[in-house]
């Protein structure tokens, strides 16, 4: 099991990840950190996010679950010290419990309604701040890393 279990995800100002289940996320700004940061680590997802990829995820195990997988035992299943979870909405929900990091990099845009960045009930997360990477200063896109403290 791995000792980092970290929710990645690019969200807008108004908390959603999409605009719908199946869009195809074309609005991210922070895809060069994305592979930077998981390359070479297992990355997890649900299977509406494996179908909006684009392309495999080179140099990433990609494990896709669905909703009737465990969480405990998938995590219980990755050998590498450290793993990924790329969404979406329903997946970072059903990984709450175990995450150890947030990577948040909210975006300048509001879409009213959509793709929740955790679709469902959670229990509340305290966080520590770690981290500030920039991604576009002019626009004011910034990738803000959190620890998950015990609760």
């Excluded at 099991?1 to 959603?16: K, Q, R, S």
Aim: negative net charge; aromatic residues 10%; proline residues 6%.
């Amino acid at each position: 099991m791995p000792n980092e279990v970290i929710l990645i995800a690019a969200v807008t100002v108004d908390g959603f990840i999409a605009r719908h289940n199946h869009e195809v996320t074309t609005w991210s700004k922070d895809l060069h950190l994305f592979k930077e940061q998981t390359l070479g680590h297992p990355v997890v997802m649900g299977s509406n996010t494996y179908d909006t990829l684009a392309a495999e995820l080179e140099g990433r195990e990609m494990i896709v679950v669905h909703r009737t997988d465990d969480p405990e035992s998938i995590l219980a299943d990755i050998e590498s010290d450290r793993c990924f979870i790329i969404g979406g909405g329903k997946t970072y929900a059903r990984f709450a419990p175990h995450l150890t990091h947030l990577y948040i990099t909210p975006h300048p845009i509001v879409f009213g309604n959509g793709v929740p960045l955790f679709d469902g009930g959670i229990p509340e997360l305290n966080l520590s701040f770690q981290n500030m990477i920039t991604i576009d200063k002019k626009d004011g896109i910034f990738q803000y890393q959190y620890k998950v403290l015990p609760s």
